[in-house]
């Protein structure tokens, strides 16, 4: 009862209060504006206080949805990765089976017959030797050359150079020259089969068609004539191909362009290089033809003189064929090139001293200039042509006013040996310019 008497009075004063902000609002309508205006700014603050709340909902749902779904990528990314590790590790292990020898197949079913007893009776027909008696009473004088005297009838032989000097063209003109029979810069061609593959794979179909009719334009050949010149693009699976086309018809050469996209292993691992050239080594003997690499010269080796140790990759490579040419580009003038023997095993000390001497031609053919240049004059640049032709010419006249070529080298300051040689070298570009104007 206490209570209720102290609260009546509360509530009188309250009611009290909000009729005389009542009579003040309606006695002043500024104020009813402001209150409001008030009550409308505190309703749209909070409404944009939840408008706020919510975006901040959403948005941390969308961080937590992003981030499962990154834990989810993440997990299959490496899922895939582990798939691609496993079938790139099946590929590998595929690619040594397809290589596995099957000599040394031969030999563990060998080895597991000997350990069990089983000896096998026709050892000496699968193994095949052969005794000093045997070759000393054959018929065999000297080694039989495909093209005398640089190419060998059997084995491997190099081709070397730096890019675009033109030796993938030499190479489709030697097979050409072995189908049809035209001598090879001069040179006579002993084809027995009158057959030869081409293996490209820097060059397409529609590119040897026309670099092969640009060529004809100097042989003048008809297209039956070529029938025996195969062409093989795709460098899959390239050593069972070349003995299926063996097994069908033999072949005078095979020419392999290039090295580098046949070898599949490391080119500075010389075991892995001298295991691959074993099996074209073995295939060549077998079916007894040539079988000629073409590969690329270390860089900046167009400025070295020529030799077998310019060749891109390990020794092995040069060591394990028999003949190696080095084919380089004249530094005085661009359409001569020099043709170099710088290892052979079958070949005179004579031949490796200096190079054949070619011209390019704008068929793209090479044609023999009949003379030969030492190796460590290739890459002379002593002097320019006009500076040439201007001692040559008062070398003339001073032979032409009845001095020797000993006076003529004392009043230059060099031997007569040396103007000799300047008369020489002259002589020998302007009839190469004279062979290109015909």
Do not use: W
Request: aromatic share 6%; proline share 3%.
């Amino acid at each position: 009862m206490k209570n209720n008497k102290h609260a009546k009075p509360q509530e009188n004063n309250e009611n009290k209060n909000k009729m005389k902000t009542k009579q003040k609002t309606h006695a002043n309508p500024k104020l009813a504006n402001e209150n409001k205006s008030n009550m409308e700014k505190e309703n749209s603050n909070d409404y944009l206080g939840g408008q706020l709340l919510k975006e901040v909902i959403q948005k941390e749902g969308r961080k937590k949805m992003s981030e499962k779904k990154f834990l989810k990528d993440k997990e299959e990314l490496e899922k895939a990765h582990k798939e691609e590790e496993n079938e790139k590790r099946i590929e590998r292990m595929n690619r040594v089976n397809a290589l596995y020898n099957p000599m040394q197949e031969a030999f563990d079913k060998m080895q597991k017959d000997i350990e069990s007893g089983n000896m096998v009776e026709d050892i000496d027909e699968e193994f095949a030797v052969v005794n000093g008696e045997q070759m000393l009473n054959d018929d065999i004088k000297e080694i039989p050359m495909l093209i005398p005297p640089l190419f060998q009838r059997v084995g491997l032989a190099l081709i070397i150079g730096s890019s675009d000097i033109g030796k993938s063209t030499l190479l489709r003109q030697l097979s050409i020259c072995v189908v049809t029979g035209l001598p090879f810069l001069g040179m006579k061609v002993n084809a027995k089969y009158h057959r030869a593959i081409y293996c490209s794979s820097e060059d397409d179909e529609m590119s040897i068609a026309y670099l092969l009719k640009k060529q004809n334009k100097d042989f003048l050949l008809k297209p039956v004539e070529l029938a025996n010149l195969i062409f093989i693009f795709d460098t899959y699976r390239l050593l069972e191909r070349l003995e299926r086309e063996l097994q069908k018809n033999r072949v005078d050469v095979i020419v392999l362009d290039a090295i580098t996209d046949i070898l599949n292993t490391d080119l500075y691992k010389a075991v892995d290089v001298r295991c691959f050239l074993n099996q074209f080594s073995q295939l060549a003997k077998k079916y007894e033809c040539l079988i000629i690499f073409l590969h690329h010269t270390k860089k900046n080796a167009e400025s070295f003189a020529p030799s077998k140790n310019n060749s891109l990759g390990s020794q092995s490579l040069e060591a394990k064929v028999r003949l190696v040419l080095e084919f380089k580009a004249n530094l005085n003038n661009a359409t001569i090139r020099h043709l170099c023997p710088v290892k052979g095993n079958y070949i005179s000390p004579e031949l490796k001293q200096s190079s054949i001497d070619l011209m390019f031609t704008n068929n793209l053919t090479f044609k023999s200039l009949g003379t030969n240049t030492p190796f460590d004059k290739i890459n002379s640049n002593e002097v320019s042509l006009s500076t040439l032709e201007a001692e040559y010419n008062e070398i003339i006249s001073l032979k032409e006013q009845g001095l020797t070529f000993r006076d003529i080298g004392l009043k230059f300051g060099v031997s007569h040996s040396t103007i000799i040689s300047k008369v020489k070298k002259y002589e020998k570009i302007k009839k190469t310019e004279i062979i290109v104007k015909e």
